[in-house]
């Protein structure tokens, strides 16, 4: 019996997903395709400003690990997206509008099923404008269910499509995303710790760890430009800021992530409830063609902004959050016929090749 568990467990292939030991490395997740950056240091100290009304207060604190993307999505992935939600046999998806701001071209013929849309070569990086949080959640469910065609992959996975309404003038979406998501819209404490804090920060006292003012890993304002003479896609619009790549300013946060300044300003899953009942997702950072005056505020820690989730307007996109995956995966069911996990006290986790998503190993 011990031989052949040590057998099984030989014949296991690894998926090599390196851990990170320090901030700034990036690993690309083989089921989405998205380079994530692993954010560690679970249970960090929440953001504490001077003034005790600052709504970002308290914020920021996360108790576990997670991963983030390095880049808001680009062209490429929203492209492919679009091709699967967009032109369907079925019946069209609700809250999908096409964005005017990207870098992709129109195809012909445009008939359900068919591609309808390309990226001209070098536009792959370019940031996706247009994009409502409803639109988000539903890439997220798309993601979560491993990129199916499937008229219900789009409706459920991480937020339950069904609930996206108005009851008077309250949306009904569903707040949080669903225990047991892949993929997910950021909340807001996890992308104000992915973009401000830093655990290498050294304080007065000696101690590491802590806060900077600015997504630039400092408490100095962004200078904004184009790459040549800027750190962030912001504050100015000649040349044009729409076809600046993503990752073409070196300037980075704490942990490695591009264009949280400049780009898009970025939706989270966090929601703002007024004394009105009045409810608002709430965004971060600043945005391309935004002037220079208005884009040093919103790059603050303490800034942030809200809008409704059915709307989508130029300046909005976003990036992905995850869960971090095991560090080894069994082969999927059908890549080593015959062939089982070694038994162990807690289940393995393996890859669907079907699904493309985790699942416990079989045996």
Known sequence: MRQSRTVAAALCIVLAVPALAQPGGGEVDPLSGIEFVRITHPGNAP???IFPTDFVNGRGGVDYEYRIGKYEVTTQQWVEFFNAAYDRADAPLPHLLPPDFWGAAGTTPNNPGRQRWMVPSGNEMRPVGDISWR???MYCNWLTNGKSSERAAFLSGAYDVSTFGFNGGIFTDQLVHSPGAQYWIPTWD????AAHYDPNKVNGDGSTGGWWQYSNGSDTAYVYGPPSVGQANAGFTTPSPFAIPLGAYATTSPWGLYDTA?????WTESVRTFVTGERFRVFDGSHWGQNAFTSGIRDRVQEWGGEYPHIPTYEHGFRIASIVPPASTCAPAGVLLGLQ???RRRPALCVDSTRRSWRACSG
Do not use: F
């Open 190 to 193: 996890e992308w104000l710790k």
């Open 135 to 137: 639109m988000a959640a």
């Open 341 to 343: 996990c070694a038994r």
């Open 47 to 49: 953001y504490q400003s």
């Open 262 to 266: 400049g780009g898009t300003t970025e």
